[in-house]
């Protein structure tokens, strides 16, 4: 009994590892990862990356607009004539970001204070637009969704890589729980401006090493 | 894929027809857009209210410390009435002890900054005729520049006794707000700049020298009226 439902397990992984469905959710993740990878949407990745919790928010923010634009798009996608299609796909992200603007603010004015223009410059992250543009324009809703999600979720994770490490040594603290004994020297640098550029570079040194040393 | 890549060449021709359709798409999503934005606004807005109202009196009682209770007031017309009975004007909140003694006035003022709109609140007091904090309630200036407004100690330091005295007859200010390079203060009525966000800081001092030249000769006349809170109120 036991062993058989084993066998379906093994097969239901099979299948799902094997399905494109799943490649098109994991590509975002890891191999075509936006931040790390395709190097896209880096103003909010450097600017807004000093706490985890703003990581966090702007990460699931994006998110937010690239499903839904990317839904929306591909609904569309019969109905657009080419000629206005960027033009109709800056309207459908523009409208996204007003909406998440709205509920970010009703989730906390702290946070949408802390986040500031950052909100109203999603509209102009290429991630989004360029997801709509390469993706969402040729493919099922399904996949467009499965997209998004992937790669909104690969955005989110390359944020939070940066804000974790950045508040840990800028502020001795994640998500504002108190991380070190209080003899700590904070790193100011990590949360001024700098320190994204330095973040950013380690992480991108520590994957391409990982990367490489798997091929070789 | 290659029927795709065939479409994207495959530009019509340019006729009223093909027109009629762009501009029909543009306008449906438009219309749906516009639907979608509108309804996220309406369901928003009265939680939206709520926080920021909670937020404003985290900032009454941060701008004027020790105070245990406020009453809002609201100046239009060089006239001070409760908030309750004319909604329009500047707002200024009254702050008390809990023996309900006059503390100061924590006053509410906006202008344009580099970005946007800054709205900002001040506490006044009234018995050394200084401003003694200010909290930023809104701005959209540029991240790791001109925000530094709200969050730079040096500037914020400007704030913890910047005169704005009036003259005996209630008239005007005795010395305008004035702002100055960094490193160039020498009077208690100046506010010290931040390098590097010139327009910012700079729109900060105009909005309190504009708000406190109409406002406080306003307060300074009614002051009788505010001065105490009876124990039953």
């Not at chain 2, 479409?7 to 027109?19: A, F, L, M």
């Not at chain 2, 009254?94 to 202008?111: K, T």
């Amino acid at each position: 009994m036991s062993s058989m439902s084993d066998k379906e397990r093994l097969g239901f992984w099979e299948e799902l590892k094997s399905s494109p469905s799943t490649n098109e959710f994991l590509k975002g993740i890891w191999k075509d990862n936006p931040v790390f990878v395709q190097v896209l949407g880096m103003c909010p990745v450097l600017a807004v990356t000093n706490t985890a919790e703003n990581a966090l928010a702007m990460g699931l923010a994006t998110t937010f607009v690239l499903l839904m634009s990317n839904v929306l798009v591909s609904l569309l996608r019969n109905f657009i004539p080419k000629q206005v299609r960027i033009a109709s796909y800056i309207l459908i992200i523009a409208s996204f970001v007003t909406i998440v603007d709205y509920l970010i603010q009703s989730v906390s004015v702290e946070l949408h204070k802390s986040l500031g223009a950052f909100i109203s410059l999603i509209v102009v992250n290429c991630l989004i637009l360029s997801r709509a543009e390469a993706f969402a324009s040729k493919n099922t809703v399904k996949y467009s969704a499965l997209d998004a999600l992937g790669m909104g979720g690969g955005f989110l994770l390359g944020l939070l890589c940066l804000g974790a490490v950045r508040e840990i040594l800028g502020s001795g603290t994640l998500f504002s729980l108190q991380l070190f004994p209080s003899g700590f020297q904070e790193w100011i640098v990590m949360i001024l401006p700098a320190g994204g550029f330095f973040t950013l570079a380690g992480w991108l040194i520590l994957i391409n090493y990982t990367k490489e040393r798997k091929l070789s | 894929m290659a029927h795709d890549e065939q479409n994207i060449r495959s530009v019509p021709e340019p006729g009223s027809k093909g027109n009629v359709r762009m501009l029909f798409v543009m306008v449906a999503i438009g219309l749906i857009c516009a639907f979608l934005i509108v309804l996220t606004y309406e369901q928003t807005r009265p939680v939206i209210e709520r926080k920021q109202e909670e937020a404003l009196k985290k900032a009454i009682f941060r701008v004027l410390p020790g105070i245990k209770r406020t009453i809002s007031f609201v100046i239009a017309d060089g006239q001070i009435r409760p908030a309750t009975d004319a909604p329009d004007g500047v707002r200024v909140h009254a702050g008390y002890d809990d023996r309900g003694d006059l503390m100061g006035f924590a006053i509410e003022a906006s202008g344009q900054g580099y970005a946007d709109i800054i709205r900002l609140i001040y506490g006044y007091d009234h018995r050394s005729q200084k401003i003694i904090g200010i909290q930023v309630l809104e701005t959209k200036e540029t991240p790791g520049l001109g925000d530094r407004i709200e969050k730079d100690p040096a500037f914020l330091e400007n704030f913890r006794a910047l005169d704005v005295a009036v003259d005996s007859a209630n008239s005007k200010a005795l010395h305008p707000i004035e702002t100055v390079k960094n490193g160039k203060k020498t009077e208690d009525w100046q506010i010290e700049g931040i390098t590097g966000a010139t327009i910012s800081s700079r729109a900060v001092g105009d909005i309190l020298g504009t708000s406190s030249e109409s406002v406080l000769p306003v307060i300074r006349m009614n002051i009788s009226k505010v001065g105490h809170l009876n124990q039953e109120e």
